[in-house]
């Protein structure tokens, strides 16, 4: 049964308050601690200013992790999910069912559709914050909620402002958050009926001020059985104001898809949250820190020496001003004006090699090297030598791209997908005016949960370690078939270039179907055929036209066949 407002409250309140002091124990000064020495100007904690424009650097001297961490975020965006190019295919789940000619023109109508509702909302704006905080703290968070203007709109929630929960699959499906609105916002996305007593009178005199919110979406347990209404979906969206009465909520609905990804770059057990490069260099990052103070020292040192002086001179005037003049009495024996330590400069030339060893080490951790590998080449290299670097760099980096498929762009593509059925099915039925995002499908798909290939630069660059070995098959084959011609009949060429051409991420429409290379080759035997039944038919009449050229009068070969025959 559905819970009322005042049972509902409560356990929101109670499961957000385990979730937070479950984070805040654990990860949170380890976040903090990552914020403010790479990426000081994510994260948003308990008790920090709204729109706060102030400084967050104060600890960063020598920005390599910064610039890095930027690399990274640009680097997985441009390799993964680039606007600029296809890096998603739909199919059926059976293969075979994918060289079907309507069932392949509907999946490619349907990805490009799909690729024109991304265009259209802000999904490669948000994308980049998910995988920077990825990068540097492990996880990232984007949701995608149902939009009139673009069909879906994204938005990412930064680390400090949500807490997550895991099902039995180890997958997130509970996010509660805390965040701010005013209440002019909160009218247009609420209603002011909604809105607490307080809030209404702030929205009469102050209506920019800050309110706290919280919002849980999770499974929803009190769902009742053969009811699909709002609040009946299997995921329970719900938002309350923090502080307003225990038994008001500002808007209950739900959801038929979890509508949060939450990929994590690396995560170790059963734990909820990840961690990232910027985890694994943290220890790096601080020291260069350090060795940053101590060049700076070292330099200031150099330029502004400590000085040693005769006490006589205590309250006379000095100077190490260059051109300057220090008059130093000479009546004390050996007495000067001098620098106390001279820096020797040897130490600068050894501090820096380490800066920028340990500069290296951090940006190897952010697979820097790997998305800027062709430009930070100091010579210019052959093709094989290229594209052998990078399927090295890739083996480091394929566990966190499956990791990405998996938690982010699986789930991205499935719901985007149903927000896109949902616009469509009742166009197709004629209840709604407009035309459908979607055509309908083809009876033979009708049912069936689809599949997704990637084709990004990164997916394909995965892929080449098997088109490799595709060509190395062939040229084998071909080498062995000179001596032993046999060795084609094990080649299977039309599977062969299917195979092919899906892992160099060739556009499914330039490949016949199976039903149009039969028709092809059909033709062409007919052809064949009919050309060799001509090529007969003009030699019987050459011979016909031969024979009745020939002179039978005379004793010939002919004569002798002629005359054998008719004994």
Known sequence: ????????????????????????????????VLRDNIDPDTGRF???????????????????????????????????????????????????????????NWLWYSQNAMREVFIRSNLYNVLPSCYGEQGVFGTGVIAAIPDEKTLVRFYSFTIGSYYLATSNRSLVDTLYREFSMTPRQMAQQFGRDKLSDTVKNMLERNSEAWVQI?????????????????????????????SSPRNEVLKVSGFKKFPIMAPRWKVTGENVYGKGPGSFCIGEVLGLQIMERDK???????????????????????????????WVP??????????????????????RGEIQASEQRIKTTFYEDLFLMISNMDSVRTATEIATRKEEKMLMLGPVLERQNDELLDPLIDITFQF?????????????????????????????????????????AQKALGVSSI?????????????????????????????????????????????????????????????????????????????????????NALTQLASQAQQ
């Open 1 to 32: 049964m559905a819970m009322d407002n005042d049972t509902l409250r409560e356990k929101l309140e109670n499961k957000r308050t385990q979730l937070k002091n479950e984070r805040v124990k654990s990860w949170d000064q380890q976040w903090m």
């Open 46 to 104: 308990p008790d920090e200013e709204v729109n706060d424009g102030g400084r967050r650097d104060q600890r960063i001297i020598n920005n390599t992790a910064t610039i890095s961490a930027g690399v990274l975020a640009a680097g997985m965006q441009s390799g993964m999910t680039s606007p600029a190019r296809p890096w998603f295919e739909l199919a059926a789940p059976d293969p075979e069912m994918n060289q079907y000619a309507p069932v392949k």
């Open 214 to 242: 919280c919002h849980a979406i999770e499974p929803n347990d009190a769902r009742e059985p053969g009811r699909m209404d709002n609040k009946n979906m299997p995921y329970r969206s719900v938002y309350w104001e923090l």
């Open 296 to 326: 700076l020292e070292l330099l200031k040192k150099g330029v502004k020496p400590p000085m040693g002086a005769p006490a006589s001179m205590r309250n006379d005037r000095v100077s190490i001003v260059p051109g300057d003049v220090t």
């Open 330 to 351: 000479d009546s004390q024996v050996g007495a000067k004006f001098a620098p106390l330590y001279e820096i020797n400069p040897v130490w600068l030339g050894q501090i």
């Open 420 to 460: 896109m059925l949902e616009q469509s099915i009742p166009r197709w039925q004629g209840l709604l005016p407009g035309k459908p995002v979607l055509p309908p499908p083809p009876k033979e798909l009708e049912g069936m949960d689809l599949a997704v290939e990637y084709i990004s630069i990164l997916a394909q």
């Open 471 to 555: 060509e190395r098959a062939l040229a084998f084959t071909g080498n062995l078939a000179q001596s032993f011609p046999q060795a084609a009949d094990k080649l299977n060429i039309d599977q062969t270039v299917n195979e092919y051409f899906e892992a160099i991420g060739v556009p499914p429409t330039m490949l016949n179907s199976d039903e149009q290379v039969a028709a092809i080759r059909q033709a062409r035997a007919d052809a064949q055929a009919q050309a060799a039944q001509q090529q007969q038919l003009q030699q019987v009449v050459e011979g016909a036209k031969l024979l009745s050229e020939t002179d039978t009068g005379g004793e």
